[in-house]
């Protein structure tokens, strides 16, 4: 451990206050918020642990309830992962069909909750007509940002706005950052 004549300003990774260390690797002003740090270090060891423990048990608690065509609410909260007051909510609007077999007995379908909560694929639709974008350009094909700059009598921190904006491809080699000229006229020769 190297130990240095001057003291280094520090800032303790426990409490944030300024101190002077008398070595390179000192992280904590005290020996109090090392010991608070160790605790807190524990601590937090223990809570990933206990949260781990929590999902093995609900894990083995979700198989059970997948099996079953009826559920209560309690099952239904842990199972998709919404509040009571929703599914409350649902029975009572009438979206949900629920069987009231007692005081605290409620069951409901879990087809008809799946039913609800699965996602629905939508295709994604080509524009037609458009060829689809050139990503690789020749230094022939472009302009640097100075030339547009130039061209167009604008300043350079406009057009990488413009460039930002409009998502222009844009390719840096060496100092000079090249963008195609197609794009660039077409866009600034509407302004």
């Not at 640097?144 to 300043?155: A, D, F, H, L, P």
């Amino acid at each position: 451990m190297g130990i240095s004549k001057l003291k280094l300003p520090k800032v303790c990774e426990h409490c944030g206050k300024a101190f002077e260390a008398k070595s390179v690797i000192t992280r904590f002003c005290s020996d109090a918020c090392i010991l608070a740090a160790s605790r807190k270090r524990k601590k937090q060891a223990l809570e990933e642990e206990h949260k781990q423990h929590i999902l093995q048990e609900s894990a083995a608690t979700i198989a059970t309830i997948q099996t079953r065509p009826y559920i209560s609410i309690p099952e239904a909260v842990v199972l998709f992962g919404i509040s009571r007051n929703t599914i409350h909510r649902l029975i009572k609007a009438g979206k949900i069909p629920a069987l009231n077999l007692g005081e605290r007995l409620t069951r409901i379908s879990r087809t008809h909750i799946e039913a609800m909560f699965t996602t629905v694929a939508v295709p994604e639709k080509k524009p037609q007509g458009q060829q689809p974008i050139k990503l690789q350009y020749d230094p022939s094909e472009c302009y640097t940002i100075n030339e547009v700059s130039e061209k167009y009598e604008v300043s350079p921190s406009t057009i990488s706005s413009i460039i930002r904006r409009n998502s222009i491809p844009k390719r840096q080699v060496g100092k000079f950052v090249y963008v195609p000229k197609e794009q660039i006229d077409k866009i600034l020769a509407k302004k």
